[in-house]
C-alpha cells in the first residue's frame, strides 16, 4: 500500500503540471485570464487580483513537487495527508480543463470541493504536528499556502461566475465586494485560530488581498473603496496572526520561547 500511495501523490502531481502547462498556453491552450470570455482577467470583476497575485502559483507547485518527492521518505503517512493531496491535485487540473471549456460555472463547484479538500488537510496537519522542520516547511508550509490562496482565489472565481451570468450586484456591487472581503477577513482569523501558529495560510491570503487593492487601485474597474477594504482585511489577518503566534509562543513567565 506505500508504494501505491507514493505512485499516486506522484501521478496526481504530473497531472496537475500538465493541467498546468495548458492553462498557461504552454501546450494549446489558452491562458487563464483570456480563457472563458476573459471573465477571470485582472480587470474582470471588483473581487480579481492584479495578474502578479498569480506569481504565487510557482511558489505553490514547487512546494507541491517537494511534498511529492519527501513523500517518497514517509513510511507510514501518519498523519494521513495523502488522500487529500492527491484530491487537491486532481482537483487544481480539473478546474483548469473546466475553464478551458468555458464552463465557468461549473469551476464554481471544482473549487468549492478543492478549497474542502484543503481545509480538511489543514485540520489534519493542525491536529497531527509536523515531527521535523523539513516536514513542517515541506508539507505545513505548503498546504498553508495552497489553502490560503484557494480562499481569495474561490471569492474571485465566484464573482467571475455570477458575471458571466450577468449579474450586476443589485446595482452595488462595491458593497457586495466589501462584505465578500469582511468574510475572507473572517474566515483568516478563523485560520489563525484553529492552526498551530500558521504563517503560509494567512500569509497566502493577506498576499491575494493586497494584490486585490493594487487592482482596484490601479486597474479597471477602479475602486477606492474595494481596494481600502482589501488592505483593511490584510492587516486584520496579519494582526490575528501576530497575535496567535507571540501568544502561543509565550512562556508562563511571561517571556517568549
Known amino acids: 500500500m506505500t508504494i501505491l500511495r507514493r505512485g499516486a501523490v506522484t501521478l496526481a502531481f504530473l497531472a496537475a503540471m500538465v493541467g498546468t502547462a495548458i492553462g498557461v498556453g504552454a501546450v494549446g491552450g489558452d491562458p487563464i485570464a483570456e480563457a472563458a470570455g476573459g471573465l477571470l482577467a485582472a480587470d474582470s470583476t471588483h473581487l480579481a487580483p492584479a495578474s502578479s497575485a498569480f506569481s504565487i502559483w510557482s511558489l505553490i507547485y514547487l512546494g507541491l513537487g517537494a511534498y511529492t518527492l519527501w513523500q517518497w521518505w514517509d513510511p507510514r503517512d501518519e498523519r494521513l495527508i495523502a488522500a487529500p493531496a492527491i484530491a487537491s491535485l486532481l482537483l487544481n487540473a480539473a478546474w483548469i480543463l473546466v475553464i478551458q471549456a468555458g464552463w465557468v460555472w461549473v469551476s464554481v463547484p471544482v473549487i468549492a470541493v478543492l478549497l474542502g479538500v484543503l481545509a480538511l488537510l489543514f485540520h489534519r496537519i493542525t491536529v497531527h504536528p509536523a ?4 516536514e513542517r516547511v515541506v508539507v505545513d508550509g505548503t498546504f498553508g499556502l495552497y489553502l490560503g490562496w484557494v480562499s481569495v482565489a474561490t ?3 465566484i464573482a467571475a461566475a455570477l ?3 450577468g449579474f450586476l450586484g443589485f446595482g452595488v456591487p462595491e458593497v457586495l465586494a466589501v462584505v465578500v472581503l469582511a468574510v475572507v477577513a473572517a474566515l483568516g482569523i478563523a485560520l489563525t485560530v484553529a492552526g498551530r501558529r500558521p504563517i503560509a495560510a494567512p500569509a ?10 493594487v487592482g482596484r487601485a490601479a486597474d479597471a474597474p477602479h475602486s477606492p473603496v474595494v481596494a481600502s477594504a482589501a488592505v483593511t482585511a490584510a492587516v486584520v489577518i496579519t494582526i490575528a496572526a501576530a497575535t496567535g503566534w507571540l501568544r502561543d509562543r509565550r512562556a ?6
Open 131 to 134: 515531527r521535523s522542520l523539513l
Open 155 to 157: 471569492c474571485a472565481n
Open 163 to 165: 458575471k458571466g451570468a
Open 204 to 213: 497566502a491570503m493577506v498576499w491575494g488581498l493586497a494584490w486585490i487593492a
Open 252 to 257: 508562563p513567565d511571561g517571556t517568549v520561547r
